[in-house]
């Protein structure tokens, strides 16, 4: 099973990008899934979980602004981000629980100029 996020870049303050981040692999089932992020020098951090049955938890720091969903079809979930700040700017990582284990993506780079 693999977990790889797609989607990161340069975008200027006040912009929008998709992450994506598709699972493969022999699944069985996929339960919650979640977008972490971690700074230069700062730790990670949860940014949004999303469980199976589509209930969503956002980090105070992005709520209304960040839209976690999932499309179970194709074992594959999203992190849409408007109104993007500098202080946004970090490795996004994705991961999920499949199969009952826990998977990490490889992280992907968001940068946001002001």
């Known amino acids: 099973v693999q977990l790889q996020a797609f989607g990161g870049g340069l975008v200027q303050a006040g912009g929008s990008l998709r992450l994506s981040c598709p699972a493969s692999g022999s699944i069985f089932s996929i339960n919650e899934m979640g977008w972490y992020r971690q700074a230069p020098g700062k730790q990670r951090e949860l940014v949004a979980t999303?469980?199976?049955?589509?209930?969503?938890n956002y980090a105070d720091s992005v709520k209304g602004r960040f839209t976690i969903s999932r499309d179970n079809s194709k074992n594959t979930l999203y992190l849409q981000m408007n109104s993007l700040k500098p202080e946004d700017t970090a490795i996004y990582y994705c991961?999920?629980?499949?199969?009952?284990?826990?998977?990490w993506g490889q992280g992907t780079q968001v940068t946001v100029s002001s």
């Open positions: 991961n999920g629980i499949i199969n009952r284990n826990l998977y």
């Open positions: 999303i469980s199976g049955s589509g209930l969503t």
